[in-house]
């Protein structure tokens, strides 16, 4: 036997209740001599009764509906008991009802109404075939309360009478039927059975007996019911404060309307559709964007003009409006131009310069759908790889724009957002496009190899489509989700390393290197752009000052140590302030920017650089390396002691030049008659390479002929001439290998003094980047193996 539902309810109630009267007449079971009484029993399954209390119940099961019938035969009461929740008991304290006559539903389902009558205690439970039977004793209500309890009743009724201001389903003249209740006991179970309550705490209330515990537990579930019901409230108020905003706008705006017909005038909710209608009418969309743009605009006809909707609907017309479609900017083919414009801007860079140059070429030929180049710079900071991308949009007549990717870590920084999202935006790619204006720029991707990655995307796997000719024609942003041409942008990249760039992605550019700029450069730029330039922002255009070669070349040396020119421009800058200072104060200028006045302005020199040895020497050779900031001359120093034939090497090198020595002392082992040094006993020996400014990291296969040598002079006691400097890796066989970075290596051994440089013979094609001027001064020696270095680097053997 169970409670109705709500509608089951609402259906019937009206009927029962009509009978309610026959429920008073039924008498109440009479207690024995022992004061128990004896009854059937129901149990009741989700449905409490209170004492006094009237409600419709469901019935479905035969066996409750044949007890009934034979109750309501004897014209008796019933026992209703309430299991456990572990389902193998009940619970101590029941409830004894009336029941009234059963009406069918339909289906096979009846309901009746019940009256609670009082508590009862169970004593005993014995299930027979016929039913159930209980032996209970009855719960008398308290009628005399004392102090404590008038008080918890006094709670109660405000609490419940707070809850049925706030409680919509609750009807107002309950309080007043509560408040005319003299029995707290009767009081209290009627407000348990008018508040919504869980099954669970209803089975509680039922089995507290003593009146103060009902009502402690009364009030504080009453208490939660109250705050539920007070938040439940201001949620109600601050939707229908929303409500009553948006019908007086709305009541508003139909006024305004109806004011604007009076006079003539039109909607402003009309006029900025039919702009929208006019500027799309005027731009050349391809078919598929005239489409979707024309959709959303009907989209934006048909809404309420106040609704948020329509504000992304308008964001998404003023894309697609401030998109450039078809607008581009006719290329400057004359190819002296691009000549005279790059030459202008940039000394050296040639292979770039080239580049374009065949670009422009082809270009001119007449083929106009050629393909657009997707270049990628990469060279040291300070090369010029960025300012040579703003020259080739001037030498073309592009706009130019740039997008650093350095740090970019979202794949929607290259995608978008999609647009269900609040401040949704089109990726960096497009937006950068709305700022260029036309569909044919030059493109620069800044850093293109610091492009993070993390749970958001991979953003570099997403420029794939943006450098990718066969896919870029249809670039598809998840904001526009419309294709978009990408195919006849210049796209540049740049890069200070191509080792952090995806395999996938270099593959898809065609790679330029920008070396560091060797001294000479640094001169030819300074005097032709940075010195220029810093004396019109420093002011001092006017003072008829000069920077010499020497000088030029003193501030390179011994205050900067980069491959490109930055710093360089800075010192000069800061010398020209100071010289801007001295004339502010005392009017006078120097007549020449000397050595001297160069220290006086920049400090003590910051860097100093290895020169050649001033004599020849037993056990040092001098290696010419390559560092990111030029070339330098790197001493190699070989000491010979008596140990037990370890080999040692220091100087902080990496492991590709600890085997390098390796490589060269195993050949010397293996060359012993050879070199005349059969006697020596490696056992009994100790070898310790070190090669100076041991903070620095080296690291290298191209100081093997350099180590192989000073071993070799250090164990036959012949000197190394001086004015040698060499380069190359060696294998076991003596064999001498080509190696990287010769344009600046022998820059190095020039600035240093060093006449004659050793290089693999392999290494002669990188001749042709070496200046003129550096070859004249230089003797170049280019040899296949170490014995050759051996004979050339080292004074005759005296045995």
């Not at 647009?419 to 720029?441: D, E, F």
Request: hydrophobic share 40%.
């Amino acid at each position: 036997m169970t409670g109705d539902s709500d509608n089951t309810r609402d259906q019937i109630s009206a009927v029962l209740l009509q009978r309610s009267d026959e429920l008073n007449e039924i008498p109440n079971l009479h207690p024995d001599k022992n004061g128990t009484i004896h009854s059937k029993a129901l149990v009741l399954k989700d449905f409490i009764i209170f004492p006094k209390m009237i409600s419709p119940i469901f019935i479905s099961d035969p066996d409750d509906l044949r007890i009934i019938g034979e109750v309501l035969e004897k014209n008796s009461t019933l026992i209703g008991m309430i299991k456990n929740n572990a389902g193998d008991e009940y619970f101590e304290i029941g409830i004894e009802f009336a029941i009234g006559n059963v009406i069918g539903i339909g289906e096979g389902n009846y309901s009746a109404l019940i009256q609670g009558r009082r508590r009862v205690v169970i004593n005993e439970v014995a299930e027979r075939d016929d039913g159930c039977y209980v032996t209970a004793i009855p719960v008398e209500p308290y009628l005399m309360y004392e102090k404590k309890t008038k008080a918890l009743g006094n709670i109660t009724l405000d609490l419940f009478n707070q809850c049925v201001q706030l409680d919509r389903s609750l009807p107002e003249d309950i309080s007043v039927y509560v408040m005319s209740i003299s029995e707290i006991d009767w009081q209290a179970d009627v407000i348990a059975s008018a508040i919504s309550l869980p099954f669970e705490k209803r089975v509680s209330i039922l089995q507290l007996v003593n009146i103060n515990e009902r009502l402690q537990f009364i009030n504080q579930s009453l208490a939660q019911e109250l705050d539920v019901l007070r938040i439940e409230d201001d949620l109600h108020s601050k939707v229908q404060r929303e409500v009553d905003k948006n019908q007086r706008e709305f009541y508003l705006r139909e006024q305004i309307k109806a004011i604007q017909m009076e006079l003539g005038e039109r909607d402003i909710w009309e006029q900025e559709i039919i702009d929208y209608q006019q500027k799309l009418a005027k731009l050349h969309l391809p078919d598929e964007v005239k489409k979707v743009a024309n959709k959303e605009l009907s989209r934006l006809k048909e809404g309420p003009s106040f609704s948020p909707e329509m504000g992304i609907i308008r964001n998404y017309l003023d894309w697609i409006i401030d998109l450039p479609w078809s607008e581009r900017t006719e290329d400057n083919l004359d190819i002296k131009h691009a000549i005279s414009v790059l030459t202008e801007n940039h000394y050296g860079l040639e292979k770039a310069k080239d580049r374009i140059l065949e670009y422009l070429a082809v270009e001119s030929l007449g083929k106009e759908n050629s393909r657009q180049p997707i270049l990628c710079f990469v060279g040291p900071p300070g090369t010029g790889k960025t300012s040579l991308g703003k020259s080739i949009a001037q030498s073309l007549g592009r706009k130019f724009v740039r997008l650093s990717l350095g740090g970019v870590r979202d794949e929607a920084e290259i995608r978008g957002h999609r647009r269900t999202y609040i401040g949704a935006l089109p990726g960096r790619v497009i937006q950068t496009m709305k700022r260029a204006g036309t569909i044919n720029p030059v493109f620069m991707l800044d850093e293109v190899d610091k492009i993070g990655n993390d749970f958001r995307g991979d953003p570099s796997a997403a420029l794939l489509e943006v450098l990718d000719r066969e896919q870029n024609y249809a670039f598809s942003d998840h904001y526009l989700e419309l294709p978009y041409d990408l195919s006849r942008i210049l796209f540049i990249t740049t890069a200070n390393s191509t080792d952090s760039i995806p395999p996938a992605l270099l593959d898809r550019m065609e790679i330029i290197e920008f070396p560091g700029y060797i001294e000479e450069e640094k001169v030819e730029i300074a005097k032709k752009f940075l010195t220029p330039r810093q004396k019109e922002e420093n002011g001092v255009e006017d003072l008829d000052l000069f920077l010499d070669t020497a000088s030029l070349s003193k501030i390179i040396r011994d205050y900067t140590y980069e491959a490109g020119v930055r710093n360089l421009e800075r010192e000069i800058g800061k010398i020209f302030r100071k010289i801007a200072r001295q004339f502010t104060e005392t009017g006078e200028k120097p007549a020449e920017i000397t050595p001297s006045l160069i220290e006086e302005c920049l400090g003590p020199p910051k860097y100093f650089f290895f020169e050649a040895e001033k004599e020849d020497e037993i056990g040092t050779a001098v290696a010419i390396a390559w560092t990111e900031n030029g070339g330098e001359i790197m001493p190699v120093e070989v000491l010979i002691t008596d140990g037990k034939g370890n080999l040692q090497i220091t100087g902080q090198v990496g492991n590709v030049m600890q085997e390098s020595a390796q490589a060269a002392l195993s050949y010397l082992k293996s060359k012993t008659t050879d070199l005349k040094i059969k006697k020596i006993d490696f056992e009994k020996i100790d070898i310790h390479i070190h090669i100076p400014e041991g903070a620095i990291p080296k690291d290298g296969p191209s100081a093997g002929t350099t180590i192989a040598t000073a071993l070799v002079s250090a164990l036959t006691r012949r000197k190394v001439y001086k004015d040698i400097g060499m380069t190359g890796e060696i294998t076991l066989r003596g064999k001498v290998l080509p190696v990287g970075g010769i344009r600046e290596k022998l820059t190095a051994a020039r600035r240093a003094g060093i006449k004659r440089i050793i290089i693999p013979r392999k290494n002669e094609k990188d001749l042709v980047e070496i200046p003129e001027s550096a070859l004249k001064e230089l003797e170049i020696i280019k040899v296949d193996h170490l014995d050759e270095v051996l004979d050339i680097s080292l004074y005759p053997s005296t045995n």
